[in-house]
């Protein structure tokens, strides 16, 4: 019997070996505070520093940019608040994000517009992309920033990141860019996308988890969420440096062998896409006509609801995700198919299979059997009623 096929690499990444083999060793040898000034304190202070450079190169930014956090939401949080806290001095009191942000951020906008913050969304097209004619109309000179994902999670589709930060920069204000999703699965790097501030997170790229970074651009005085010494005043507590070793040793193998594992996984991509949309009816795929990250399939299978496709493939050995949240109450659709146009019934029928460096053509060959084997008998027996196209 054939092992299980895990295909959500979006949702989180298996460590890497010398991910790992690094965390243990500075475990053992550097465990003491870097901040100390004593001699096992300074050991772990070079270490960091060290851990430092690697991340920056790989990112494309300076060490002296780099706040590292406990993840990508911390970084979200960070870049947000901190520029509400300075807009407060200047009038710009507004926020501009996209409608179809990370559910954290959109829940951060929550939170913010109870508080009296106002938020806008930037809507997106059939596609998925941001529409950069309603980003001009919303970005003004009272915006204390935009703050847009690089690529979406779901559906794979790439933002034009360097469009939207000319309109910001024009306006006056900062442009913040979720990088999430764009590290390790593209030759994106803050250095050449025009972005102020970038937020990463390591277990996205065979890293560890609790561990991701801010990156703010050299001259910004960007305030702290949290006080503190450390990261240059601009994120207090002491430094996970485990975890930010294995960040710089993932980022390490990463930058290897990118170039390679982009292809590798856009061709297997294009071979799951074919395939399912050959041997199955009703297969529809989501951000066809636009650039989209190369390991990335947002798909429905007819109407088929997608916790009944997950649990399907998952019992015929396929482990993949959806952009639907499964509560309580059933399914609730996808809030960035919504955005994108979608009825209700197909939100909350899509499924994503995101594809990792070590995924193999057997895997997806594998996936291909399974879906035919579990989803073929009721895609073949249950008609879309087009009285629930319009829910």
Not at 69 to 89: D, F, K, M, P, Y
Request: with cysteine.
């Amino acid at each position: 019997m054939n092992p299980p096929v895990y295909l959500d690499h979006n949702a989180t990444t298996q460590p890497a070996p010398e991910v790992i083999e690094e965390m243990l060793d500075s475990l053992q040898k550097v465990w003491a505070n870097p901040s100390s000034t004593h001699a096992p304190g300074q050991a772990a202070r070079r270490a960091l520093t060290d851990a430092r450079t690697r991340v920056a190169q790989f990112l494309g930014c300076l060490g002296a940019e780099l706040v590292f956090t406990s993840g990508a939401t911390e970084a979200n949080h960070i870049a947000v608040l901190g520029a509400l806290a300075q807009g407060r001095a200047t009038g710009r009191t507004r926020l501009v994000m996209s409608a179809v942000e990370h559910p954290g951020m959109l829940a951060l906008a929550e939170r913010l517009r109870g508080e009296g913050v106002v938020v806008d969304l930037i809507g997106v097209d059939a596609r998925g992309v941001l529409d950069l004619q309603c980003a001009r109309r919303l970005i003004g000179d009272d915006v204390a920033l935009v703050s847009v994902m690089g690529a979406n999670n779901e559906t794979g589709v790439l933002m034009p990141v360097a469009e939207l930060a000319a309109l910001a920069h024009a306006a006056g204000t900062f442009v913040h860019v979720d990088a999430t999703q764009l590290v390790g699965k593209t030759a994106a790097r803050f250095d050449a996308g025009g972005a102020d501030l970038w937020s990463v997170s390591a277990h996205k790229l065979h890293g560890p988890k609790g561990v991701g970074a801010l990156v703010v651009r050299k001259g910004l005085n960007w305030p702290a969420l949290f006080a503190g010494r450390q990261e240059r005043h601009r994120r207090g507590g002491t430094e996970n440096l485990p975890g930010i070793v294995g960040f710089a040793a993932a980022a390490e193998r990463t930058a290897r062998t990118l170039a390679h594992d982009m292809s590798h996984m856009r061709d297997l991509q294009g071979r799951l896409e074919s395939g399912l949309r050959a041997a199955l009816p009703g297969v529809h795929l989501y951000g066809t006509g636009a650039d989209r990250l190369p390991n990335t399939s947002c798909l429905r299978f007819g109407t088929l609801d997608a916790e009944q496709v997950l649990g399907k493939l998952e019992r015929a050995g396929v482990f993949a995700s959806s952009g639907a949240a499964c509560t309580a109450s059933g399914t609730q659709p996808s809030h960035v198919l919504l955005a994108m146009g979608e009825p209700a019934l197909h939100a909350r029928a899509s499924v994503r299979f995101s594809l990792g460096r070590d995924t193999t053509a057997a895997e997806i060959d594998q996936t291909l059997a399974a879906a035919v084997r579990a989803l073929g008998p009721l895609l073949h027996t249950v008609p879309a009623p087009a009285e629930a196209l319009a829910a």
